[in-house]
């Protein structure tokens, strides 16, 4: 019997909803139970719009129900977010949401349970209007964020939150990042091309080719040959700012997956270490180096304790892609507002500061530091940057800019959905020579 793939996905967002699960691992765990192309798609969909939306609709079906079921049944309470998710999100058919929803709650083992799904988002359609007002009224489930998350943006963020909010909410476009040591950017948009599959060069990102829709990336053409990565516009910005020539020594230091120290590789041949604290990612660092046929030393470290790993020769470039609250990639890894509080931001304050301070002295003099982080939060932005400006004297902020976003403190950061791209931020620090930098006293 073919799985249901709507079963599939109820079971896969209660974990990751109720049970704080990381929607990537349970997405490649569920995936296997289903054998046909579309249903996995289907899958995906679901549970990436389901955890997008699951602040809005989990609140919603609390107001429609007499008893609640999410702690009882989880996987039922799920399968009625889905509902209103393929009713209201996704604009499917009232058959394909309501009848197809039915059918997976006798899926799920729970025949008994049919009739109440049934009449639950019946119910919906009947009362939706109404009910869609009174969840746009509130904040949190208006744009399905977190409070904190919405007052954060709101205090750093001043009458852009709601357009930040909105443009989380959006499906972003896939990016691909041509691989140059394998062939030039057009030539891979040519194949593609060939195969039916419809890319856009990106007009200021030399290396981005941009597809409308998200798609199965191993099969398009030239992917087992390691002609392209899949990378958001924002990320490939990095390689862009560290401007690593051939014959330097370069240390991405916070490596996994390995995307920007690929880029990085794929520009200039230059001597690599990629640093990764965690083993099981750093395989993942392993693999895509090894696809994309590159070659770089890989560490596994912790790199704000560099005397257990650096063998004291310093780096002319420096990629700090500190860890962070993930805040300006939300559409693209919806469960992170479910799984982020604001109690995190303190500790992960404390790591960016400790990482950067610790690799400052690994910089050789004349030599560049970019940070960046996946974050939209000032506090782990620009406050960090400053933190290294006012305890080193021989560093100095570059000045620069770039063709979307807006300058944010000493960097600049890209808010999520300018010019279609991720939000993130980068900052670039210049080691000054030990003559500039020492004070003359």
């Not at 296997?32 to 549970?47: F, I, M, P, V, Y």
């Not at 596994?300 to 962070?324: N, S």
Request: charged share 20%; proline share 6%.
């Amino acid at each position: 019997m073919r799985p249901d793939a709507r079963a599939v996905a109820a079971l896969a967002l209660a974990e990751v909803a109720m049970h704080g699960a990381s929607l990537r691992e349970v997405l490649a765990r569920h995936a296997g139970k289903l054998t046909d192309a579309r249903d996995r798609a289907l899958l995906t969909a679901l549970a990436h719009h389901g955890s997008r939306w699951w602040l809005r609709y989990d609140a919603a079906i609390d107001g429609l129900l007499a008893q609640p079921l999410r702690h009882k049944e989880p996987a039922i309470h799920a399968l009625l977010v889905l509902g209103l998710v393929q009713l209201e999100v996704m604009d499917l058919s009232a058959y394909a949401a309501v009848a197809a929803s039915v059918e997976a709650a006798r899926a799920l083992g729970c025949p008994r349970f049919a009739g109440l799904v049934n009449a639950v988002l019946r119910r919906w359609q009947r009362e939706r209007v109404s009910r869609n007002a009174a969840l746009d009224a509130q904040p949190r489930t208006r744009h399905a964020h977190p409070a904190w998350l919405a007052a954060a943006l709101e205090h750093d963020w001043p009458g852009q939150a709601e357009a930040i909010m909105a443009a989380n909410n959006r499906e972003p476009p896939l990016t691909l990042r041509a691989n140059r040591r394998h062939a030039p950017r057009e030539e891979l948009r040519a194949g593609l091309a060939a195969a039916g599959v419809a890319a856009t060069a990106h007009p200021w990102l030399a290396d981005a080719l941009v597809l409308p829709h998200s798609v199965d990336v191993s099969r398009l053409p030239g992917f087992a040959e390691g002609a392209f990565a899949v990378q958001d516009g924002a990320a490939q910005v990095a390689a862009d700012l560290l401007a690593a020539t051939d014959g330097m020594r370069v240390l991405d230091a916070c490596a996994a997956p390995g995307g920007k120290a690929c880029h990085v590789l794929e520009r200039a041949r230059v001597e690599l270490t990629a640093l990764e604290w965690d083993p099981g990612r750093g395989q993942r660092v392993r693999e895509n180096l090894a696809r994309l046929g590159l070659d770089a030393q890989l560490l596994i470290g912790d790199a704000g304790a560099p005397r257990e790993w650096w063998d004291g020769r310093p780096f002319e470039r420096i990629l700090v892609d500190a860890p962070c609250s993930a805040t300006g990639v939300l559409r693209r890894r919806p469960d992170v507002r479910l799984h982020r509080r604001a109690s995190d931001l303190a500790a992960l304050g404390a790591q960016q500061r400790r990482i950067i301070t610790a690799l400052w002295p690994l910089l050789a003099p004349g030599g560049v530091l970019v940070y960046a982080t996946c974050s939209v939060l000032r506090g782990e932005n620009e406050a960090i940057v400053e933190t290294v400006l006012h305890g080193q004297p021989d560093a100095r902020a570059r000045n620069f800019a770039l063709p979307a976003g807006q300058r944010s403190g000493p960097g600049w950061q890209i808010l999520p959905g300018d010019d279609g791209l991720d939000g993130m931020y980068y900052a670039v620090l210049e080691k000054l020579p030990a003559a500039v930098g020492q004070p003359t006293g």
